[in-house]
């Protein structure tokens, strides 16, 4: 069991940047797969960022590629996804959500919204031109 809380969303113009933050706790963020996904107005929710349990690999989708960034703070348990650049399409509810704690984890389950165990609330980006 592990609870997740993002924040640091909000209305940036595009070229700007923002750092979400995904706090953990009950559990370990080291002992979960990470993903950062997002669900934009009239869209389903799409694959934003990964991270491998041991930290190892991670993993982007295409559109965000060389401007987002994963990472995790092991001692203040927390994941967080650096976003620069910001275009608007970002413009998105951004989820941060765990998975595979204590199973099994493959490449292709980090891609997929539905391999994911725990999710947060959510948080706000708007990016306006």
């Known amino acids: 069991q592990v609870q997740l809380v993002e924040s640091g969303g909000g209305l940036v113009q595009a070229g700007d940047s923002l750092r979400l933050s995904c706090a953990a706790s009950g559990r370990t963020v080291s002992s979960y797969a990470m993903g950062w996904f997002r669900q934009a107005p009239g869209k389903e929710r799409e694959f934003v960022a990964a991270m491998r349990w041991s930290g190892s690999r991670t993993f982007y989708a295409e559109s965000v590629k060389g401007r987002f960034t994963i990472s995790r703070d092991n001692a203040k348990n927390t994941v967080y996804l650096q976003m620069n650049s910001l275009k608007f399409e970002d413009t998105a509810v951004y989820y941060c959500?765990?998975?595979?704690?204590?199973?099994?984890?493959?490449?292709?389950?980090?891609?997929?919204?539905?391999?994911?165990?725990?999710w947060g609330q959510g948080t706000q980006v708007t990016v306006s031109s």
């Open positions: 959500a765990a998975g595979g704690e204590g199973g099994r984890f493959y490449y292709t389950d980090h891609f997929k919204s539905s391999s994911y165990d725990y």
